[in-house]
């Protein structure tokens, strides 16, 4: 388990409630997937740990994940 603690809900971007929340394929916090998916776009490193990723693991209906290059959910 991490030692790093994400004790609620609550999104480290936008510091509100996860909306559809969606984590890193490298360090796995947790993110808006929308707030992860703007933040991509600038830098594709995990805003808290600074570790860089490639995907975004998006759980809604199924388990997907976007490919930064492609942006889309296949
Ligand atoms: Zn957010
Ligand atoms: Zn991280």
């Known amino acids: 388990m991490s030692v790093e603690v994400s004790p ?4 480290p971007i ?5 909306h559809n929340v969606s984590y890193l394929d490298r360090c796995l916090h947790k ?4 707030c992860i998916l ?9 805003p808290l740990c600074k570790q860089p990723f490639n ?14 290059s492609a942006q889309i959910c296949r």
């Open 14 to 18: 936008c510091l509100d409630g996860f």
């Open 38 to 46: 703007e933040w991509s776009k600038n830098k594709a490193e995990c």
């Open 8 to 11: 609620d809900s609550k999104c």
């Open 55 to 68: 995907t975004i693991y998006h759980k809604k209906n199924s388990f997907c994940c976007l490919q930064l």
């Open 31 to 34: 993110f808006c997937f929308r």
